[in-house]
């Protein structure tokens, strides 16, 4: 009957009218379509990540504080983020006191199933008790909570619910509702949670996996260097990190006190420096960036000049743009000669950074020490990058680290940010001793004492 009474509507209005409806509604299929059965996420509670923005609804916890978001209390470890929500668990409010979402708001409209059912959530609690999570269809039928107790104190840590036994379930079909108990249980104080990272299953894993270790740390002359974003230097004014037009999402983060950029969701990222930001880089040879990726390969990086008239599409503009293979999980340095650019018509007006690459739409890169600097500069070559070998890697026993200049500090961290192993060295090739170490992925960060440069690289132990 709809589709009738859509029908004879058409036929009484104009060809013009016509073509605009039906590409209305097309819009709004296709723009609605993709919201069902596809559940939002990893919710991070970051301000342009899923969770921050939701309507959150507290129940059963005295007189119900709301949630907040919050600046993540103990940035390390596995738990990088800039935001997490907090919720408190009042001393008068019962045992299953929570929060949850909107019916139909927020989180999407999905099924369980063997693909996504096991959903992991970080948790920071001042008490060892209870996490409970569940999820809810709109008539309000519910998947059951499922509890799983937090084992640490006062540090991040990783919880998983398996819910593979409500697959064969009708209330697992059609959820539209997240609903979580941070505290569930009896309690004699207010207790402080802090909830982050709700991650279900099909979410790729590598979207949460982040450095342990700052970006290497650069040491060029102050005078060579034109910085948008590296702590050693004074930074430019830049318009926007996330321009209106890009397909990505940043957020600010410090890793051991250094300020970091991480772009998640990446299709493409814009960084705009316009008007009177605009850049003149034609005193300047080389372009660097530092980046970390667990996901991404290529990575791409373009630069976008808007010409003599400093407008966009003035009809003078031009870009240039370069492809990387990057090793996943451990920094990467680029130091490009502008003029392998080959496409940009001038320097002169720099307006543009924009970083991209696969998978479109899902790729995970942090992003330091982005600038610009002159390699003609007195004594810039002095303080030039050790280029270490590592090897063999991977080891089962011991590795050796060749190429040291000068006494050198090495550090081995493994996957949690934890320091395994601190030695120094003098000699140029060094033998670090790892038969201890359980097998796996650690980071290795190796300093020069004399001239501040620092390196990482992923090492694996088995």
């Not at 609605?32 to 969770?51: C, H, K, R, T, V």
């Not at 103990?74 to 668990?89: D, E, M, Q, R």
């Not at 996490?131 to 937090?150: C, D, H, M, Q, R």
Request: some cysteine; aromatic content about 10%.
């Amino acid at each position: 009957m709809v589709r009738l009474q859509i029908i004879i509507v058409l036929l009484t209005i104009s060809k013009t009218a016509y073509t605009t409806m039906k590409f209305l509604f097309t819009l709004t299929i296709a723009l609605s379509a993709p919201l069902l059965f596809a559940q939002a996420g990893p919710i991070d509670f970051e301000p342009n990540g899923f969770g921050a923005n939701w309507a959150w609804t507290t129940f059963e916890n005295g007189n119900n504080p709301p949630v907040q978001m919050v600046a993540n209390p103990s940035p390390s470890g596995i738990n990088l983020s800039t935001t997490v929500c907090k919720f408190t668990a009042l001393v008068n409010g019962a045992p299953w006191a929570g929060f949850e979402s909107v019916h139909g708001q927020g989180i999407g409209v999905f099924n369980l199933t063997a693909a996504n059912c096991q959903i992991k959530v970080m948790v920071y609690k001042s008490v060892i008790s209870p996490v409970g999570l569940k999820f809810a269809t709109p008539a309000n039928a519910s998947s059951g909570e499922i509890l799983v107790s937090n084992t640490l104190v006062d540090q991040w840590e990783e919880l998983t619910f398996d819910f593979t036994n409500v697959l064969s379930n009708p209330t697992s079909t059609g959820i539209d509702q997240i609903i979580v108990f941070p505290d569930f249980g009896q309690r004699s104080d207010n207790n402080v949670c802090y909830i982050d990272n709700i991650k279900f299953s099909n979410q790729d894993g590598s979207q949460s996996l982040a450095p342990m270790v700052p970006a290497p740390t650069p040491t060029y002359p102050a005078a060579s260097v034109i910085s948008m974003f590296s702590n050693p230097y004074t930074n430019v004014t830049v318009d926007t990190w996330q321009a209106p037009w890009s397909q990505a999402q940043v957020t600010d983060l410090q890793i051991q006190g250094n300020d970091t950029k991480r772009y998640s969701s990446v299709n493409f990222a814009g960084i705009e420096t316009l008007g009177g930001n605009q850049l003149d880089l034609t005193n300047m040879t080389h372009f660097r960036l530092d980046y970390w990726t667990a996901n991404m390969n290529p990575f791409k990086v373009k630069l976008v000049d808007f010409g003599n008239d400093g407008q966009y599409a003035g009809g003078d503009d031009s870009e240039s743009e370069l492809s990387f293979q990057p090793v996943a999980q451990t920094w990467n340095t680029l130091e490009i000669p502008l003029s392998q650019f080959a496409s940009l018509n001038s320097l002169s007006h720099f307006s543009q950074l924009i970083l991209s690459g696969s998978p479109a739409g899902s790729g995970v890169v942090f992003v330091d020490n982005v600038l610009f600097f002159d390699q003609n500069q007195s004594n810039l070559n002095e303080v030039a990058a050790n280029h270490y070998s590592i090897a063999p890697n991977p080891s089962s026993d011991v590795i050796q680290i060749k190429g040291c200049q000068h006494q050198t500090n090495i550090e081995i961290y493994n996957t949690l940010g934890q320091l395994c192993l601190a030695t120094e060295s003098a000699a140029t090739t060094a033998q670090i001793d790892i038969n201890t170490f359980k097998e796996g992925i650690y980071i290795l960060k190796l300093r020069d004492l004399q001239t501040g440069q620092t390196q990482t690289y992923r090492i694996e132990k088995k």
